[in-house]
């Protein structure tokens, strides 16, 4: 089932808004900055599921403690939660579907409610035809259509996945339940490595870029009035002249 899409981002250093620079295969190289990003609608709706992904996956909670769920990511892990499945698999599951579907933007994920390339199967409606696979994905109505489905393909032997205790377990079982078909256990096991590190990366971008743009938009006093400031610092100085004159 895996159909890999890569999509990245290259950066020059955390906390550098201007310094980053997006690629994937539909849009190609773009430097621009997450601030900025409504000047480019499919790419700011991409960098949205990209950051949305990245917060759920390295744990990102609001005031109240709760877990930052937004957009399709969001909206996917709720799906996920309410099927039955733990925060302990979700941690991997997230960034596995976000990676199979590259960043919830190719055919079935965006046409078939089917973030997991699941294949068509008897009783099921047909969705987009996927070449790397050769035969169709699933269509699901919704995103909790696809949950159950989901949740029965990690709770089914031989593998059941919903068991899995790390990382390197879950994407054995995943093998053992034919998920990634002919493609290796090293080879998948190290893209899931790849693409959560990519989030985590992604993750202290976005999160950087959002400190940078509170502070440009929230100056401290003296870059909001350098006159004045300069005006009061000159005072200032006068008054302490003459306290120590006198």
Same mark, same amino acid.
């Given at each position: 089932?895996?159909?890999?899409?890569? #999509?990245?981002?290259?950066?020059?250093?955390?906390?550098?808004? /201007?310094?980053?620079? %997006?690629?994937?295969?539909? %849009?190609?190289? !773009?430097?621009?900055?997450?601030?900025?990003?409504?000047?480019?609608?499919?790419?700011?709706?991409? !960098?949205?599921?990209?950051?949305?992904?990245?917060?759920?996956?390295?744990? #990102?909670? /609001?005031?109240?403690?709760?877990?930052?769920?937004?957009? %399709?990511?969001? *909206?996917?892990?709720?799906?996920?939660?309410?099927?039955?499945?733990?925060?302990?698999?979700?941690?991997?599951?997230?960034? !596995?579907?976000?990676?199979?579907?590259?960043?919830?933007?190719?055919?079935?994920?965006?046409?078939?409610?089917?973030?997991?390339?699941?294949?068509?199967?008897?009783? !099921?409606?047909?969705?987009?035809?996927?070449?790397?696979?050769? #035969?169709?994905?699933?269509?699901?109505?919704?995103? *909790?259509?696809?949950?159950?489905?989901?949740?029965?393909?990690?709770?089914?032997?031989?593998?059941?996945?919903?068991?899995?205790?790390?990382?390197? *377990?879950?994407?054995?079982?995943?093998?053992?339940?034919?998920?990634?078909?002919?493609?290796?256990?090293?080879?998948?096991?190290?893209?899931?490595?790849? #693409?959560?590190?990519?989030?985590?990366?992604?993750?202290?971008?976005?999160?950087?870029?959002?400190?940078?743009?509170?502070?440009?938009?929230?100056?401290?006093?003296?870059?909001?009035?350098?006159?004045?400031?300069?005006?009061?610092?000159?005072?200032?100085?006068?008054?302490?002249?003459?306290?120590?004159?006198?």
């Amino acid at each position: 089932m895996a159909h890999w899409l890569e #999509t990245y981002y290259g950066r020059g250093r955390v906390g550098k808004a /201007d310094g980053i620079t %997006y690629s994937s295969p539909t %849009y190609g190289q !773009q430097k621009m900055s997450p601030v900025t990003q409504s000047s480019n609608m499919p790419i700011a709706e991409q !960098q949205g599921k990209d950051a949305n992904t990245a917060a759920i996956t390295t744990g #990102t909670r /609001d005031k109240s403690g709760q877990l930052v769920l937004k957009g %399709y990511a969001g *909206d996917l892990y709720t799906a996920l939660d309410n099927a039955g499945l733990p925060a302990r698999i979700l941690q991997w599951a997230i960034p !596995q579907l976000y990676m199979e579907s590259g960043g919830y933007s190719n055919g079935p994920a965006v046409k078939d409610n089917n973030p997991g390339n699941i294949i068509w199967f008897a009783g !099921q409606q047909k969705g987009v035809y996927m070449p790397a696979n050769k #035969t169709y994905a699933t269509h699901f109505k919704d995103l *909790d259509d696809f949950a159950a489905q989901y949740y029965h393909e990690l709770t089914k032997g031989p593998g059941n996945p919903a068991d899995a205790t790390s990382l390197e *377990d879950f994407v054995h079982r995943l093998k053992l339940n034919g998920y990634y078909g002919k493609e290796s256990e090293a080879s998948y096991l190290a893209k899931m490595k790849n #693409t959560m590190s990519r989030l985590n990366m992604l993750d202290k971008t976005y999160k950087a870029a959002t400190k940078k743009m509170m502070r440009d938009s929230h100056p401290p006093f003296w870059k909001q009035h350098p006159y004045l400031t300069a005006g009061l610092a000159v005072l200032g100085g006068v008054v302490v002249i003459k306290v120590i004159s006198n």
